[in-house]
């Protein structure tokens, strides 16, 4: 009778931590509508010093804010947004200027005043930088031709109201 008891306590928890661990992983915009109106730094109220801007987009309650942080804490150890600039914006802002994104935490990257990449900051339940998509582009490894609005991207998010 114990080792059952046992046995149902293990199944029961490993699915119940499956389930919390898993819970905002998927799709980032997995059939969420991205209503995009073209955005400037200007419009943010954000000086560019440098050529480069990244703006970071937080919903204060979102699950996955502790892996983009650490992704971002990460990056500016390693250097990677070293002559950067660096800003934070709620959601509501981006929504009051007309550009919604259909999840968070993500991140914009702006270079020489245009907007090139919006989503999230990497593939997978971790947000790791190795599976990131802001090195490459910061880097210029992968040169966008146009806006890339990521959204097809499986990463921890939190879908926007």
Known sequence: MALILFASWIVITSVLLFYLGNRHYGTFASELPWQTTSISLQDLAITAFEPVQLVHVFDEYCACNIRARAHINKLNKNQATSGIGQHFVAPATLQALGF???????????????????????????????????????????????????????????AMP
């Open 100 to 158: 919604v994104l259909p999840a968070t935490p993500a991140v914009l990257v702006f270079i020489d005043g245009q907007l090139i990449y919006a989503g999230p900051y990497a593939s997978g339940v971790m947000c790791a930088v190795d599976d990131s998509f802001i090195v490459p582009i910061l880097k210029q490894d992968v040169i966008l031709p146009s806006l890339w609005l990521n959204g097809d991207t499986t990463a921890c998010r939190c």
